[in-house]
Every structure is written in C-alpha cells, then in structure tokens.
C-alpha cells in the first residue's frame, strides 16, 4: 500500500469560499466548448451556430444549435444525434430550412455527404437527398443564388462521384447541376464564393489560378461557370483571401493575409470595384498591421464589422480581432468592445434587426470574461455581458451587495436569472448562496436596473436606480420593500424621479439622502440631490439650491452628519467645485472643506478611515494639482493627505469600490487591471492603511467589480461583472475569506480583544488554558506555548505558523476546512487510549508529519510495532516515520501490568498536517489499515461518500471492550460502521446508549480497517474534518442523532446475542434512504470477525452482515433471516441493546423457527440453547406477530386503500388528503414519486413494471403514513 501526499502552495488572504452557492463550480463552462465557425440568423432572430463544439454551457449540444435571443437553447430545435463532423456553413433558406456543410458524413444516422438541408425543426429533409454528395474534404461556404440553386465551395474534389474541383453548383433537390461546368478548376481551397444578382459567381481562396487561368486568390465565373475575363484583377493578391461580402452597390470588401493587391499596398483589407479595379474612397489608409481578417459582414446602414486574428493596430488605431468600419473604411468608435477576444480568432459574424452584432470563433475570453466563443455587442454599442450566461451565478451584473446580520446577503444589479432561477434585479441569497424562497418569490421584481441599496435600521431596503416598476407597482427610481421583497406602501414618493439614482444613503434619524442625475422628485426641481424624510416626501430643510450640474455617484455621511457628495459635475450649487463637496446638515456648502481645483475626472467611490480621513477613488489623474492616480486620501478638511503611500497610483481603469476593515486597511475593487505601484493588480487588491500595497491579500479578477460588503461571519462578498475569480469560475458573486483585524496576547492582556472570527492572533508570551475559539490565523513566538485544554477546538481559517509550539490536550481539536493551507507551527497532541494491558496493541496513525514510531511509545518491545500489508501484519522499525494516514498498531509498554489495565498517553511532535492525501489501495477486495491524517475529528460518511467508487462502505475499528479474564480475553473483535450506522463489542452499561458503537466519529491519531472495491486511491480532505469532540475511539451518539453533514432518513435496531460468560456479538439491522434489500456494499457490512466464541449476523445473498441496510419504505410484514454460530455449547440471549426512528415505540419480534416461538423482544431478553456450530437461518426478525391477529400499524381513521387493475392503481384515503406517494420494487427501488398530490385519491395510469410486487407508500397530510403491498 502506497501513500501519496499532495503538494502544497501556500494561500494567500482572499481565498474564494468554496462553500458559497457550489452550483458555480466551473463545471458547466462558459458558453461553446470548441470553436463556433458558422452565424446564421433566422427571419424570427433565433440564431443558427454551426462549429467544432461538442457542448453549450454544459449541455450536449454537437456541432449544430439553434440559440434564442437571450442566448438560451431552443429546444425546439431538435436535431436527434446531431452530425458526426465539424458544421463550417450554414445558410438559412427563405422558407426557413437550414442547409449546412462541412466535414461530416452523418446526421442523425443519415448518409450526408459534408451537405445536409433541415427543416425548419430541426430534422432532416428528406427531399434534399445529399446521401453521397461531397466524398472528400471540407465545404466551407454556402452561397445561395436567386434561382434557389447554391453554390457550395471548399477543398472537396468530388460530388456525386462526379469531379468538381472545390466548386460546384447544386440543384433544389441536392443534386449536382451539371449544366455548371467549371473544367479543371483550382487545386487549392476556395473559402468563399457570392452569386452575385447578374447570375456570374465570385470566388476567393488561396489557389493561384482557375481552370488553367492565372487568377491570384480571387475569379470570377459566368452562370455556366467560364471563367469572366472581363473581371480584371491583374496580379491579384500577393496572399490568402480569406473573407469576402458583396455591397448592394456591386462593390467588394475583401480582407485576408495579404498586403498587395494588383501591385498596389492593401493591408488585409481592400475594397474593390465591380470590374476588378480598386475603390480608392474606401479609406483603409495603411490597413491592418497584423494577423488575417476572416470574416466581413454588413449592416443595413452600410457599417462593415470584420473580424479575424489580427491585432496591432487599423490605420494607426489600436485593434483586437473585431472592429466596425463606416461605409468609407472609417474606424468607428462608437462600439466599445472592451479589450475583445483575449486570442485565437474571430470566424463567424451576424447582426440582427435592432443593431446587435453576433461574434464567433475560437476565443473563451472576451473583454476578460470567460466568453466561450460567442459574444453579443447590443445596439447600444456595448459588450452584453450576459448573453449566453452558463446558467449558474447571475446572468448580468451584480452592482450592490448588502450583507444582512443573519449572515444572508441582498443583491442588486441589472441580472434577471441567478442560478438559472428568475430574480429580476433583486434576490437575497441564503449563507451557502442559494436564492431564499423567503423573499419576493414568484413576483416579477424591478423592470430595469437596480444601482444602489440600502438597509434601515429595521430591516426595510430602499433601492434605486433606472426602474419604473417593481412588482408591477409603478415607482420611478426608488422603492422602499419590506424585509420580505413586498412593496413598503408607507413610503410615498408620488411621480418619483426623471432619471436615474445612483446613490443612497441613510443618516442616523433614518433621513434618506438620494444623488443621481435625475432633475425633478415628485414633480418637484431638485438637481441631483435631495434628501427625503422616512415616509419618502422631500426634507425642506434640506437646502443645496440649484444643486449639482451632473451626475452625483456617491455620498458618505460622517459621523458629524456632514455629507460628502462625489460625482461628475464641475459645479455645485452655483459654485465652481470640481467633483467632491462637503455638505452641512442643511444642505449648505461646508466652506472649512476646501477641495481647491478638486478631480480632473470623476469620483466614484468613497471611504471613511477611523481617523477621519477620507479614501476617494476614481477614474481622476489629478487632485488640486498633484497627480494621484484613480485614489486619494483626503484630510478632514480636503487637503491632500501627502502620507498616503499611493506613489504613482494606478496604471489603467477606474476605482469603483472602497471598503475600510476594521484595522483601516483599504479594499479597493473596479475595473483597473494594470498596475497599482508597480504591483500587478487585477481589479481587487488591498492597501495597507499607510496606502501601501498589501502582499498578503491576492484576487484576480476578470472583469469588473462595483461592489463588496463585509458579512457577519466575517467573509468579503463581491459583486461586479467576472465570471472568474483567480481561475475559479464564480459568475458575478463571490465570497471571499480574508483577515478583518488582529488581536496581541502580550502575557497580560489582549490588544484588540479576546480571538475570534476575522482576527489574526499572535501569541508573544505562553498561555496556558486556550478554550474554543475561531480565529483567522493563528502565530506562536519561539519558545512560547499555548495549550488548548480538553474537550476544546481551535479553528483555523487560515495557517498556524510562527516558531512557537501548540498543545492539544487530550479530546482537544486542531480545525482546519480549507485543503491548501500550510502549517509551520510545531503542535503537541496528546492523545490517551482507553484502557491497556501490557500484551495489548493500540491501532494508530499520526496527525502530524515526520513522527517516529518510537516516539509514539518509547516503552514498548522493539519488535512490537506492525502495519498491515498484502493480508499479512509487517514488523517495522521503532525508528521508521509514520507515514501520513497509513495505520499502524503498537503493543502496549512493557512496563505496563499484564493483568490491570490503565490508560496510556502517547504525543505525537510536528508540524500538523492539513489537506488533501491521497491514498494507493492496491487491488481489488483486499482490507487496507488506514487512519485519521488530522489532529481533529474525522467525519466517517463524508469519508465513505467521498471515496465510494474505490472503497466498501464500511470501516472496522479493533477494540478490547470485551471482557478479560484467566490472563487473556476472553474474545477478540471489531467494532463496525457504516451509514446506518455502528455495532460494538458489549452491551450497553445503561439503557438506551451504547458507549462502545462507533457513531461515525473517527477520533486523531484512530487506525481502521476498509475494504476495497477497485484498484485506486483513498481521498483524505478537509471537507471529511468536523469540529465536534475528539474522543480517543467512540464518543456516545444520542439516539436518532443524524449528523448535520448527512440528514436523511433512518430508522434502526441493534440486537446483541451474549451468555452469562461475557460473550457478545452485535447486529444492526435498519431502513435507510438510497440501500435496497439486496446486498449493497454502501449500506451492508460482512462480517468481520474476530470473535472465536460466536458470530451474529443476518443473511442477503449468501453473504453474512453484521450491519444490513434495508430499503424504504419499512414494511410492518418484514421478515430478516438471522444466523449465528458458536464454538461452545449453553445458553444464550437475544436482545435489543437500543432502537431508534420508527421502532422507538415498536414492538419487535424474534421467531425461533425450531421451536416455533415467537417473542416480543420489547418485553426482554429471548433466551434459548444451543449446540455448536453454524445455524443459519434458526431465527427471524418480525414486527408483527401473525398470531396475535391485530394490526397496530394503522388506525382505521387513517384506512388507504389501495386498487390495481391492469396498468393503472388507484389509491383512496377516504376522508384524508394525501402529501406523498412513492412506489419502490420488492428491491426497495423507487420507480414512482408523486409530491404535494392535495387530494383525497390519486390515479397512477401506465406505471411500468411487469408482474412482480410493489410497495406503496403513502403520506397523508396529516402527518400519518402506511406502506401496502401489492402485485403488479
């Protein structure tokens, strides 16, 4: 068995929280998984993408999709299993039918020769036979001509069998037309072909000549496919052509490779005249500098968008891939494509009726945001960063987060969908990130943006920004909600505003101060700033005159009830201030705040430090003369804090939000992604409160932030326009851990407080009596000792570090959750064993790295230390290292009594181990000794979920808990567990609890066996890490205690067969959500046995369980066969140790078959005798006693009745209504649920099943339920 450790890298502060909303886990992606190469835009604007790719946002969706306009799937468009090649053309036909080439030669199991025509649906049109068509190569353009003909081009050399070299013309019905005869042809590629409106056909490639005519890349050819003379291209072009569209006018844009055309410089670009001749007023100047232009398309205005992979620079103007031309050749600058496609190519162009253009090709990063090969530019002229949303995250931008006390978070924005769930522009999510149901749900929230928020003290939000509706109540701009998302109908606000809101804030009397662009509240003048009383009417008393001359973006109350106002505008109030001004109460201009010439540019965001001084940012260059680039620190009084260490500030972009910790450093978001100081910084960073750059905090995003909020436990939530998160997919939300504050222990007393959540902690002097706590991050100075006492947790968010040491006393836990985090602290864990004798052997495995085997006990025999390999105990030496999560057992010190046992405490010295550790099993059905890695609690089913493909579900643990006597035990046995639970090895002490069960708890330093499944590897993780007690083998589990990590259904009874000498063997037998009553390695446990006297267990497919798993629904008419067999002759007992679920109040009972008894074990101990050896099958396990002739099961107010004729049942609770229904097989196979029925009978019509026995569960609304079973 082999033993792999998983390196390492230290993490940095701003760690994204995994737990939060795990749906957007990267797995669905981010648009086309390959490359998108065809856009055809259908009549009704659904979009036709043909390309390389495989999936859509997760979804199959192989080479050929149609999009609806919001860029989801139309499922409508059902194309059965799709092609089996690569879609390069597609052409939409006046009647709606789709014809599409390429280099397939299937379609949904067709014959189709690299050219297939769909129907409008989706399937295949039958009429257009194409079954052998193009036997080779690629068709790479489709061009249709007047006459319903096309024209298809690309390197195919055959048609039909007939040879057409890389052209051909194809007739209605999808055979060749043979009256175009083109001769030799060209024996290169020809990418594009355009029947022109006089019938001639014009083609472009890279071939030099066409039917033995010298024609450079491009030719033009007569109806019958002569070559047209009179097209007078000269030399040509000196290099590939590789994208062509024809003017209405009969002009023609080309762009490609090359640089010359017909001896003349054409930089990639070119438009010519009908007859060949260059068109000198098309003003490309000096062209493309870089890379190929592939693909040209027009809109109706004559605009020319092109697209390719080249970069540099048009005419002397930077580019990226795309850029829109007028009608001249102009650069057009009145599109922003941000910073375009990351790399790769632009392939594919479209544009619809309302001026949004469609790119394709084989970028994924468009404008920084993971854009998987499709990108939408609106009609506005922007990059639609929520177009062809994965579904996961918000599908648009998040622009304020709020973060609540009861640890859910409101979110603003202009998203309409988050997880794929309608949520128009407001939501509250859950603390794992998940849409609370609570709020506003099934309303159709606000029509348009959402800007700003904010909270009031009791738990009203007030929202504005750009919406005229908010669940269908007229309210322009601004509506204040209740803590459940109902309109606030106490806030009056009459005609509201003209125009947009783009900040809120909330003085102490709850007055509402509002800033924006709007002009006019309530029909009222008011220039961009107002404040309102509570109920929503204007406060009079507030009075900035003719305001300001723009937008104001941002304001910030002091503690003094002074405003800060920050914005666009150059004048305020009639006086020339530039961008930042300081309000009275009253609204009058604050003359001892003197901002001097004020920004260049304008102010988004601002900040309070503790002291008083103020944090701007920005898009500015300049403050009152002194350059600061997009931040500033301000002094109480406007002038310019010269100790803000910001230096040259930063290289690009605009500062969007500022948020000050606790300790006055600075979280700065936006949308810079150059430099801040010469420091790369990606749109989130953190300054120390000097100004200076802070090391230990590191995001990157991919796009925009504009908003963050700290949450109460202590996390930083983010919301902007990525879709990435340091290259962990999170769609315009995220969660992020980082340290708020720090705390000192100087011997005495604590510097800022005792530890806790968001605190670093640095211990300088000893402290010796640590209780629970959960910290940030945890330093010990050399020589220094910190203990945690017994019984308590130390959780970590982050590292242990420093050069001092931590101790854990006994049962006390070291928590970590977070698998990349690396320790450099030196830990003491004691852990003491239950008691030993001197001949006893204890099963461990170290929690820290680099233990010895000697050190964990000195006074043991030299050759007393053991692992297990290959079916066989090894000897190893007491100087060999433990090696991380590999079990060992060591027998007890040799100065130890061999008669009375007592306690042992072993240490164990180092650095604590943490993450992930990946385990070899070696082969197929062999038992591996493992243990707990982890100087804390290991959870045993996240284990076994995690791990279940390689492993059986079940873990056995030694244990001596059975009785000693004559110098020896008595017996020798393994305690068991799996998700039913565990069985030990005596009975219990007291009623109820069994203190020797293991409940699923695996205590640090704790071995145990596991069987394997496969050859592979065990996962240890932090996810498998609990907080709870670290007991040194079993802590007692309450009864029916489900742990919160694993909540389901489950309902058990342990029954222990034992004598009057002390032997004992236990059995679990329980009802289990997900185990059948067949044998299920997840949910039954063979028998392990070690138990020379006897052994206990039920029977499943020949195979003996000591813990069977039986599927739901239970059925009262159960019977469980149970075996046992035994060394000695006498007398023995059955009894139930503890029960919990269902059978708390349940009679059970034993039915011994040879004497035909049946007994209620609830009355007590079944005692019977036997001979030795093995019995099968002596008893069953009933809950009905079929002599007793009464049902207890169910009252008669409750009576179900239950009908089946032929394919249909019927179920009738006569006066009850019904809440469930679910039908399993005799299996415990679910193969029906019907939820929420609300009625008093149920109609279950073609149920497949085919004549065998059902069970029906049903659950009555009033809390009752029954199980009937049938045949079917």
Known sequence: MNFISKTQVYAQQGKVDATFNTLDDGLIGDGFDNTVRSLSLQADQNLIVGGDYLNLNGIASSYLTRLKPDGSIDETFNTGSGFNGKVYATYIQPDGKIIAGGSFTSFNGISSGRLVRLNQDGSYDESFNTSVAATTGIIYEISPQIDGKIIIVGSFTRYNNVTVNRVARILSNGSLDTSFITGSGTSSNITNASALSDGKILLTGNFTSFNGIQSNKIVRLYPDGRVDTSFNSGAGFDDDVSAMVVQSDGKIVLGGKFTNYNGMLANRIIRLNNDGSIDDSFLSGSGLSAGSVQKIKMDTFGNIMIGGSFTGSYNGSDVNRVCLLNSHGILKTDVDFGSGPASA??????????????????????????????????????????????????????????????????????????????????????????????????????????KTAVLQSDGKIICGGNFTKYNETLTNRIIRVLPDGVVDDTFSIGTGFNSQVYAIAIQSDQRIVVGGNFTRYNDTPVNRLIRLLPNGSRDTSFNVGVGADAIIEAILIQPDRKILVGGHFSNFNGQSISRLVRLNADGSIDSGFNVGNGFDKYIYAMALQSDGRIIIGGNFLNYNGSSQKRIVRLNSNGSLDASFESGSGFSKGDVRSILVQPDDRILVGGTFSGTYKNYTSMRLLRLLKSGDFDASFDVRLNNKLYTMSFTANQRLMIG????????????????????????????????????SGGKEVFFKEDYPSLISTNVCSCSIDYGKTVTLL????????????????????DTANLYQSDDEMINTGILHLKRKTSPILKSDYTYWS???????LFDVSPNTASDNYYSFFNYAWQRESPSNNMIVSKGYIIQGPTNYSPTIPEKYEAVFKGIPNNGIINVNIGSANIYNLVGNPYPSTLDADVFLNVNKKNIKGTLYFWTHNTPYANNKYTQNDYAVYNRLGGVGTRAALTSGINETVPDGKIASGQAFFVGSLSEGTIEFNNSMRTTEKNSIFF????????????????????????????????????????????????YDAESFNANQFVDFYSNVENKKLVIQGRGLPFVETD??????SSTIDGEFSISIDHKDGIFENRSVFINDKDLNITYDLSIGAYTFSTKKGTFKDRFNLKFVDENLKTDTWTAEANKIIVSANKKNILINANQNNIKDVIIFDVAGKQIYKKNEVENTKLFIENLSSKNQILLIKVRLKNGSDSTTKIIF
């Open 345 to 450: 190519s632009v392939l594919a162009l479209a544009n619809d009726l309302e001026g949004s253009w469609y790119i394709g090709g084989s970028f994924s990063i468009f404008d920084g945001l993971n854009q998987g090969r499709l990108a939408k530019i609106n009609p506005e002229g922007e990059y639609d960063t929520g177009y062809l949303a994965a579904g996961i995250g918000f599908d648009n931008s998040v622009l304020k987060v709020l973060s609540l006390e009861n640890k859910k978070t409101m979110v603003f924005g202009n998203f309409k969908k988050f997880n794929g769930v309608f949520v128009s522009r407001i939501t509250r999510l859950l603390e794992e990130g998940l849409i609370d149901p609570d709020f506003n749900a099934g309303q159709l929230g606000a029509n348009n943006l959402i």
């Open 720 to 755: 902007g326009d990525f879709n990435s998160v340091s290259g962990i997919s999170k769609h315009r939300i995220a969660r992020l851990k980082l340290c708020l504050e720090g705390t000192v222990w100087d011997g005495s007393n604590w510097s800022n407080g005792f530890p």
């Open 790 to 809: 017994s019984g308590n947790t130390l959780d970590i968010e982050f590292s242990y570090l420093g050069f001092g040491t931590l101790v854990l006393e």
């Open 846 to 852: 170290s929690p820290i790295n680099n233990q010895k």
């Open 1035 to 1082: 802590k007692p589990e309450k009864i029916n205690h489900i742990s919160s990590k694993n909540v389901f259904e489950r309902h058990r009874i342990w029954l222990n067969l034992k004598n009057s000498a002390g032997i004992f063997k236990q059995l679990l037998i329980g009802y289990i959500e997900g185990a059948t009553n067949l044998y299920d390695s997840n």
């Open 1119 to 1124: 019977s469980i066969p149970l075996g046992y």
